[in-house]
């Protein structure tokens, strides 16, 4: 039987700044492998596969996806077959040197390869036909695992120790966990999305899809140049805070929202007495790949 119980996450004390209290939301120590949002997203995903006796997961993502890995890592911790269609079909030859995917495939991961072209496609009826047709019974994941279940297992976020807060902070790829988040809010919570992704604009009305009221906004001008990109500055930023809180950010989402958040904080965004959560939401098993790319380039690497 697959088990995800409603565990909620410890609260942890930050700074307080310009009349403002921060703290996070450590939703990274949820689980050593399936840490953060993937953990809420897959919970009753997860259900309706096992209710549905289906023959196994099929899901979507990048070479360096923290969905993929948590995915996988499921398959292994639960004895369920996955299976990853990754985008890019050059990465067939370079498994060895990705350390997400070289877990996916230690994790009986069946890795699938398809063209960058071809996966803008797997939305779409006719790719998922024959995705079906090749694969049969297989519970079909989109990318990020966002959906209507994923948004539920999200809703869990919050409890009765969070609901004090007046602002909540989330990271946002594809905007289930900040729907999740919207959804469970108390009237008086403003929620901020920080989009880790350039041109992200479109990511409001994805949101309203699954959400029940619109407390929220979106912050865009903290993506450092768009998904997965960096810079000397926001890894400085993150090593500077691992000194001086002990706590590890990961470099695609939380950094960039820590990052934001105190910018905007610096800039009298808040007001004077608000007490802020960000959320963590894991994802710390991309910054050994991540290192890789700033070795070879000769920058700073993450700590």
Not at 34 to 59: C, M, P, Q, V
Not at 153 to 178: R, W
Not at 231 to 237: G, K
């Amino acid at each position: 039987m697959i088990d995800f119980p409603n565990i909620q996450s410890p609260v942890q004390y930050l700074y307080s700044r310009n009349g403002a209290e921060v703290h996070i939301l450590r939703e990274d120590l949820l689980h050593p492998l399936i840490s953060g949002n993937k953990y809420r997203k897959l919970k009753y995903n997860l259900k309706a596969f096992e209710d549905g006796n289906y023959s196994a997961i099929l899901t979507f993502g990048g070479a360096y996806s923290n969905h993929i890995h948590a995915v996988s890592a499921a398959g292994r911790a639960f004895g369920f077959k996955t299976i990853g269609v990754i985008r890019g079909d050059e990465l067939t030859e370079k498994i060895v040197q990705n350390p997400t995917l070289t877990f996916a495939e230690s994790c009986g991961m069946e890795l699938r390869f398809i063209s960058r072209e071809k996966y803008r496609q797997k939305s779409e009826s006719g790719f998922l036909d024959a995705v079906k047709n090749e694969f049969g019974n297989v519970y079909i994941l989109p990318e990020g695992g966002t959906n209507t279940a994923a948004v539920r297992g999200c809703e869990e976020i919050q409890g009765n120790h969070t609901f004090e807060f007046d602002y909540i902070c989330c990271a946002v790829g594809t905007g289930g966990t900040l729907a999740g988040i919207i959804n469970s809010a108390k009237k008086h919570q403003k929620i901020l999305g920080f989009p880790a992704l350039k041109n992200s604009e479109y990511l409001y009305e994805e949101i309203k899809k699954y959400v029940y009221n619109d407390n929220f906004e979106l912050i865009h001008r903290y993506h450092f140049g768009g998904f997965a990109k960096q810079n000397p500055e926001l890894i400085d930023f993150i090593n500077k805070f691992k000194r001086k809180f002990g706590l590890t950010l990961d470099p695609v989402y939380t950094a960039k929202m820590m990052f934001g958040i105190e910018d905007m904080i610096l800039n009298d965004y808040f007001v004077e007495g608000s007490k802020i959560l960000a959320v963590h939401t894991g994802g710390l098993q991309g910054i050994v790949a991540m290192n890789q790319k700033l070795k070879s380039k000769n920058q700073p690497e993450i700590e």
